[in-house]
């Protein structure tokens, strides 16, 4: 498998320490400050070379821009808009050796905790769900809302990724609830999300393996991972503790999933894809910074998963 962190831009702590791991590919965010234009040759090359010149090459984009995706998923007024502009996106990411962009269908409502100042080992904080605790919004969209907007987006791009050779990898809803308010959430078990990547068949639709995510759809996240088989693109290595109404992180070696059983099993199905880290506990000395993202974090981490790397080779 390839060794990969989360990037966002520009340079910080995090760039640093995970070169200093040993660190080579990047997956990378496109920078959110309304001055960088996704539809520009020159804006992607001066962000890839800057995470070049690190000793970073990005290989994946994550996530696919939420100034394009938010506008896709509703189906709002702008979807039109925002599918042209990601399809002219695709040349220009593939010109810097990105071949992979990991997706999702979570309309309205992102990735959703309750807190983040849950207790883990030694006192370091993690994100976590409750459902009694969640605040829903106003936003409304129903199941088969979202159904035809994934058929629709579907439709529009495949063509394009199989012409330039970029894989498109769908992530699972987290938490995995049907629905959030009235927000409904359709990518919730292997079920679905077998649906979603087989709607239309094609070499370059497949899923990012978020390990955690599944685990709290209740599914079995070894069997389910052989059951996927090759459209496993990319990889979420993360732990937690409980169940998709009620749950937290954990550090990666303290959870309720046998992280080098997945490792195992992921080498035994042949898989060589992007594997990278995710959601970390806030360490002792830390400050700020995005929860689950922070760098102590991020640095134990790496040096976890790469020594189970290492060790399946042996």
């Known amino acids: 498998m390839i060794l990969t962190d989360y990037f ?35 804006h992607w090359q001066q962000l890839c070379d800057d995470f070049r010149k690190h000793g970073i090459s990005p290989l994946v984009l994550e996530p696919l821009p939420n100034e394009l995706h938010d506008h896709i998923k509703t189906g709002d007024a702008k979807r039109d808009e925002s599918i042209e502009r990601f399809l002219k996106m695709l040349p220009l990411i593939r010109e810097q050796g990105i071949n992979t962009v990991c997706f999702n269908f979570m309309a309205h409502v992102g990735w959703t905790r309750t807190g983040r100042s849950y207790k883990e080992r030694g006192g370091a904080l993690v994100t976590g769900f409750e459902l009694e605790r969640y605040v829903p919004g106003d936003a409304v969209i129903t199941e088969q809302q979202l159904w035809d907007n994934y058929a629709y987006f579907l439709k529009a791009v495949l063509p394009e990724a199989e012409r330039w050779g970029i894989k498109l990898a769908l992530h699972p809803d987290d938490p995995p609830l049907p629905k959030l308010g009235n927000v ?11 649906r979603a990547i087989h709607m239309i068949e094609s070499p370059m639709l497949g899923v990012t393996y978020c390990q955690a995510t599944y685990y709290m759809m ?4 070894v069997e389910t991972a052989r059951k996927f088989g090759d459209k ?21 070696d303290n959870g309720e999933l046998d992280m080098t059983k997945m490792i195992k099993t992921y080498r035994e199905i042949g898989l060589n894809v992007p594997i ?24 134990y981490a790496i040096g976890y998963l790469k020594g189970i790397l290492e060790m399946q080779r042996s």
């Open 276 to 299: 990278r880290v995710d959601h970390v506990p806030v360490m002792a000395g830390e400050s700020g910074g995005v929860a689950g993202y922070t760098a102590l974090g991020r640095l």
């Open 232 to 252: 496993i693109f990319f990889i979420h290595f993360r732990n937690c503790k409980g169940s998709r109404e009620h749950f937290t992180e954990t550090f990666h």
């Open 218 to 221: 209740g599914e079995d996240v």
């Open 184 to 194: 409904s959430r359709i990518m919730i078990s292997y079920e679905n999300i077998h």
């Open 8 to 42: 966002c831009y520009p340079h910080n702590l995090t760039w640093d320490y995970a070169v200093q791991c040993g660190v080579k590919h990047g997956v990378i965010r496109a920078p959110e400050t309304g001055e960088f234009d996704l539809c520009s040759r020159a």
